[in-house]
């Protein structure tokens, strides 16, 4: 009796439905795959937008286009000096939040000090 009573418990718990399911939201990450903005790919803040950094050696006029965006903003100080540099822009100094959820400051590029912004998404710009 006890056999088949734990196979019916079993049967019960195993045939339950409760699997782990998985949403897929704008295009998956594929090699001719757009940008997530391009896209219109997921629009949290839990993820920092990263398509308008462009990598060491771009100028500063590549960043001039970027619109920042207001929002909670949480990246730490560090962070902010972290995505800055890895856009191109090193030394940044006086960087403070705005009311905007901006963190605002200069940095050096190609031998220039320029006035920076990042965004709650990541997105940096020359100003």
């Known amino acids: 009796m006890r056999t088949p009573l734990a196979a019916l418990a ?3 718990l195993l ?3 409760a699997y782990a399911q ?3 939201t704008g295009t998956p990450a594929a090699p001719d ?3 997530s903005q391009q896209s219109g790919g997921q629009q949290s803040v839990t993820r ?3 398509d308008k950094m462009t990598p060491d050696g771009a100028t500063a006029n590549a960043h001039s286009a970027v619109k920042l965006e207001k929002g909670a903003n949480s990246f ?3 962070e902010a000096r972290s995505r800055l ?3 191109g822009f090193k030394d940044a100094k006086d960087l403070k939040k705005d009311g905007d959820g901006i963190w605002r400051g200069t940095a050096m590029h190609e031998g220039k000090s320029v006035p920076v ?3 709650f998404k990541g997105n940096v710009a020359a100003q």
């Open 10 to 12: 079993l049967t019960a």
């Open 15 to 17: 045939g339950s439905g």
């Open 22 to 24: 998985t949403t897929v």
């Open 33 to 35: 795959a757009k940008t």
């Open 48 to 50: 920092p937008n990263t």
């Open 76 to 78: 730490t100080e560090g």
């Open 85 to 87: 540099e890895k856009a």
């Open 117 to 119: 912004g990042l965004d």
